[in-house]
């Protein structure tokens, strides 16, 4: 089997449609990432899938995560990786993160799939504002809200399609999932949260939408993908058709 592509800074890519899903976040982060050398904390960082790359590239990573499953694994992802030192897991929330994690200490804080299952976004938000410095940066990844109605309608769900469409925020379709977020939605609450959002990606815009066998089995289909999202990933008209949002934003001085 042929090694993993590499990339930019010498870490391994994901293979298929996993980098088609990440690629558009990797290539804002790795912008961010290689400008310094950064205390960083991965918020809901889970095994750390995002964590452990950024150790690769030299950063001190810190992951806060409720789940003892998830630290074990983001341990033994570090050893296999050989960043065990530049790793740290610590069992905790969103809630108790100024509880472990000193106000202004952190340069850049990744908060990915985590804010669509707090109760209070705002009141989240604004607690990371106080973990970083005056500056930093916040990579925040979010569920987009008018993809979830196009993914029941493709899947056959036409009803609850519907259902979302008009009750986005309430219902039993609403509840059974994490919330979501439009474009103008989430940068609105970093301003009210003290942050200056100064980019949004649209994030798996195709690869959701596509049989694996058109992605996995094609020679060259993968990388081709890859390319699709990147050419849209920051064109605002995409950013309805995208199943997340990237945004990067600063926190205000
Ligand atoms: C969808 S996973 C995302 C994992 C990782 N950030 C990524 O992008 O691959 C959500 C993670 O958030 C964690 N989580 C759930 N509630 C949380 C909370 N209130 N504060 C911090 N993390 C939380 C879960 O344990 C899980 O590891």
């Known amino acids: 089997m042929p090694p ?3 990339q930019p800074g010498g870490h391994r890519s994901p293979q298929g449609r996993t980098a088609a899903r990440n690629s558009v976040v990797w290539d804002a982060l790795l912008e961010v990432l290689r400008e310094t050398t950064a205390a ?6 889970g095994t750390g899938g995002f964590a452990v790359r950024v150790a690769e590239l030299g950063h001190q990573v810190t992951v806060i995560d409720p789940s003892p499953d998830a630290l074990a694994a983001l341990a033994r992802r570090a050893e296999e990786s050989g960043v065990r030192d530049l790793v740290t897991g610590q069992q905790g929330d969103l809630a108790s993160l100024l509880d472990l994690v000193a106000e202004g200490s952190t340069d850049i804080v990744l908060c990915h799939g985590v804010l669509g299952v707090v109760d209070d976004p705002a009141a989240a ?8 410095r005056p500056g930093g940066t916040l990579s925040l990844l979010v569920g987009q809200r008018h993809a979830a109605v196009v993914a029941r309608a493709m899947s056959g769900h036409f009803v609850s399609a519907k259902e979302l469409l008009e009750h986005p925020d309430e219902g039993a379709e609403a509840a059974a999932s994490p919330r979501r977020f439009t474009a103008d939605q989430i940068v609105a609450v970093l301003d009210e949260s003290g942050f200056d959002t ?3 990606h649209a994030v798996r815009v195709f690869a959701d939408l596509l049989p694996g ?3 996995d089995l094609e ?8 390319e699709l999202e990147r050419a849209v990933a920051e064109r605002p008209e995409y950013l309805t058709l995208a199943t997340q949002l990237h945004v990067l934003a600063a926190r205000r001085s």
């Open 4 to 6: 993993p592509d590499p």
């Open 40 to 45: 960083v904390l991965d918020i809901g960082g």
């Open 125 to 132: 938000l604004t607690t990371i504002a106080r973990a970083l």
């Open 198 to 200: 100064t980019a949004v």
């Open 213 to 215: 066998s058109l992605v």
């Open 219 to 226: 020679p060259g289909a993968s990388q081709a993908l890859v």
